[in-house]
């Protein structure tokens, strides 16, 4: 769906990716600390790739919370790096900023993953219903 926004509205639509990582989810922190820590090491395309695949494999990663480790080797990361780089005060300082931005950003229901059209969340998740509301903040 995002892929399809970003094509439809090539040089209009920036997306912007907010880590909040609940708490109920034990694995969640730590997959986020690895999706930035792989950013570290292969910028953003590398952290799309295992964001995507832990999103795509999320049943998975309640039992293997090594996963992400899997997956950051199979893309040829540099592991111990990619742990160290995970436990850095860079990235779990990011990630609890990002978590107090989400929590004090006056949005009424937090979920994951969570969209918003310059702050506004669309009802439903159909290529229409988003465009919807891109077509009026672009001619604002």
Not at 24 to 52: N, S
Not at 106 to 113: A, E, K, N
């Amino acid at each position: 769906m995002v892929n399809d926004i970003l094509t439809k509205y090539p040089d209009d639509v920036k997306v912007v990716i907010k880590n909040f990582p609940l708490s109920f989810h034990k694995q969640a922190r730590l997959a986020a600390q690895y999706c930035l820590a792989a950013k570290e090491q292969g910028g953003v395309e590398m952290y799309k790739k295992i964001h995507d695949k832990i999103f795509e494999n999320y049943k998975m990663l309640k039992t293997n919370p090594d996963l992400p480790l899997q997956f950051a080797e199979h893309l040829g990361l540099d592991i111990e790096k990619l742990k160290s780089d995970a436990n850095s005060d860079k990235i779990t300082s990011l990630i609890d900023e990002e978590i107090n931005q989400m929590r004090t950003a006056g949005i009424p229901r937090l979920s994951v993953p969570k969209f918003l059209i310059n702050g506004k969340e669309p009802q439903g998740r159909s290529l229409e219903a988003w465009s919807t509301i891109i077509d009026v903040e672009l001619k604002k």
